[in-house]
């Protein structure tokens, strides 16, 4: 619903509608011939091409229609990267179904709440996902068909699922003939719940029309830069916001695709993106310590591996170094939501920065980006006044576009907006070029002395450090300053430092008012379903009343100093 402006006259174009269901029909006819990889979960290799998936996708299509399933139904999906799942992004979209991808790694109870939420009355689920899918059997009266995605020797004996589908014979008593239906581009395509780190998990339908408007996006040279010459490996999981397009992007393009399945060590990626010629990746930061310590151990190099995308999280320095001045791998760092389908702003350098020192082209290359185009942004202070764009200046962050959310599933429509813009909850500048840099998620901002603390800056400065392999930084109540800095890390085996050390190391590199208080070493650090720390576990694990006290806080005095200076 739009109130904008009726022109008396409508330009004389074809009014097709942007259908998922054109894509596979794309990647089929013009390029299928190219193929799909898959990691199996059993550690085997699947190969097939476009063609087979199309052919596949139909026969699903065809199998879901026959159990009495109509447009606008939901059907869940617990899977891997894997081509099964792949058919699954094709079929139930493109055949007027929603794609409800679950992510498997939520909490029984959460992942429970989803199927219901979303009354999925279909579930495909990968084996390893059983128990996920018996208790969605279990707790959700609209869930009434079960699909396991495997062969009929994979089938389990004892299930708590009755009449539970093998997928292979679900496929092989359907036909392959089969028209892809013509509806209106603004119909439901896919329903992805944001981790829900903070209360239940929410749902951001995605459209036809904006998925197929995402894609398009995707394969600019300024944003993904995709085309039919590369081998995509989407390390992103298709249960994140939709593997942040890529499945689709893909066959836009007619790229390769590698998708790796449950195996995500540096090993087994490394023997894809070999074996396979992958060109590009994408994913999250924690994902890639693996593979930078397999090919570190074993002194071994990429032969076709050229850029890959890192978000969902800040991307460290230290890794962005490693990939692009070691491995001659570019990382691109993006930054995104699942309720913007989920591509923001990407850090590409212009024809402008070409001049610049290197020491300033990697500085921007640590912000998140640009926009890519589609997408407007706004700057306000929690006031709500509107904030200058000078790079120096913080404040709350606000989007809109035409692949943005305007309303979770079932809430009112428009409702997640104010005035027309969606909150997205970070806290970041933007260059007078649009740039933006996030400082922090508002949730996990650290406040000094009314002063905010950049948490990202210090983790960043910090896993700079040679023997450091993680940190995150955390805000602990202060009796005087309402919050300080406390950081926590995991140091690399074998190391010796210790708090001196850290503290030593950042001195000069940050804000002295910045300097955590205490410095604190961990084996681990708890991660959230889509690879992020969970701050607020971590905040509730230190908060212990004497967390400030018991280390060597700086003496207040000086605290008050740095923070004067700072004024
Ligand atoms: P959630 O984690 O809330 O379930 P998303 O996976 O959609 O949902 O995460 C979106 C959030 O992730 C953003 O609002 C932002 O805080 C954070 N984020 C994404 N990319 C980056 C990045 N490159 N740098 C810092 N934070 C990022």
Redesign the pocket.
């Known amino acids: 619903m739009s109130d904008y402006v009726k022109s008396p006259i409508s330009g004389r174009t074809m009014n097709r509608p942007l259908l998922i269901s054109s894509l596979i029909r794309n990647a089929d006819r013009y390029f299928g011939d190219v193929q799909v990889v898959s990691r199996l979960e059993d550690g085997s290799i699947h190969h097939y091409t476009y063609s087979d998936c199309h052919r596949r996708a139909r026969q699903l299509a065809n199998a879901l229609a026959g159990l009495g399933l109509t447009i606008g139904d939901r059907v869940a999906t617990l899977g891997w990267n894997n081509y099964r799942h792949l058919e699954a992004y094709f079929a139930i979209p493109g055949s007027g179904l929603v794609l409800n991808t679950i992510n498997p790694r939520l909490h029984v109870d959460q992942i429970a709440y989803i199927a219901d939420h979303a009354e999925a009355k279909c579930v495909l689920f990968d084996l390893a996902f059983l128990k996920q899918a018996e208790t969605i059997a279990g707790e959700c009266p609209s869930a009434t068909h079960f699909v396991a995605m495997c062969d009929p020797s994979q089938m389990p004996e004892k299930t708590g699922i009755p009449n539970l589908i093998c997928f292979e014979d679900f496929l092989a008593a359907a036909s392959d003939d089969y028209e892809w239906p013509e509806f209106d581009e603004t119909a439901a395509s896919a329903l992805c719940?944001?981790?829900?780190?903070?209360g239940n998990?929410k749902g951001?339908l995605y459209s036809h029309r904006s998925t197929m408007i995402h894609s398009y996006a995707e394969v600019m040279p300024d944003a993904f830069n995709i085309s039919s010459r590369d081998t995509i490996m989407p390390v992103v999981p298709m249960y994140?916001?939709n593997a942040w397009g890529l499945p689709y992007a893909s066959a836009l393009a007619g790229a390769k695709l590698v998708l790796p399945g449950p195996m995500m060590d540096g090993e087994s990626l490394y023997e894809l993106i070999e074996g396979e010629g992958v060109t590009f990746s994408a994913g999250?930061?924690t994902v890639w310590n693996g593979l930078l310590d397999h090919i570190k151990e074993n002194g071994l190099g990429f032969s076709t591996f050229k850029r890959m995308n890192?978000?969902?999280?800040?991307?460290p320095t230290a890794m962005m170094k490693a990939f692009r001045e070691v491995h001659g791998v570019d990382v691109i760092?993006?930054?995104?939501?699942?309720?913007?389908s989920?591509m923001?702003?990407i850090c590409t350098l212009q024809a402008r920065h070409a001049d610049l020192p290197e020491e300033d082209r990697q500085k921007l290359r640590e912000t998140?980006?640009h926009p890519v185009f589609g997408i407007d942004m706004l700057l306000l202070d929690d006031q709500g006044v509107e904030l200058p764009w000078d790079g120096k200046t913080t404040g709350n962050l606000f989007v809109k576009g035409p692949w943005v959310i305007d309303s979770y599933f079932k809430d009112a429509e428009g409702s997640a907006l104010q005035d027309g813009w969606l909150p997205?909850?970070?806290v970041v500048t933007i260059s007078p070029q649009g740039y933006i840099k996030?400082t922090?998620?508002s949730k996990?901002i650290i406040k000094s002395g009314g002063e905010w603390i950049s948490s990202?800056e210090v983790e960043n400065v910090a896993q700079l450090h040679p023997d450091v392999q993680q940190a995150a930084c955390i805000g602990i109540p202060h009796p005087k300053w309402s919050e300080r800095p406390v950081l926590v890390v995991i140091a690399r085996s074998g190391a010796t430092i210790d708090k001196a050390d850290v503290l030593a190391f950042l001195d000069g590199k940050i804000a002295k008012w910045w300097m955590p208080d205490d410095v604190r070493f961990v084996e681990t650090i708890d991660l959230?379903?889509?690879g992020?720390v969970l701050k607020n576990k971590l905040r509730d694990r230190f908060t212990d009343g004497d967390a400030i006290s018991k280390h060597n806080s700086p003496a207040p005095d000086a605290l008050e100093q740095n923070h004067a200076i700072r004024k």
């Open positions: 719940y944001t981790s829900g780190t903070t998990p951001a994140h916001a999250v930061p890192i978000g969902g999280s800040a991307c760092h993006a930054w995104g939501m699942t309720e913007m989920p923001g702003t998140q980006g997205t909850g970070d996030i922090d998620r996990d990202i959230g379903p889509t992020k």
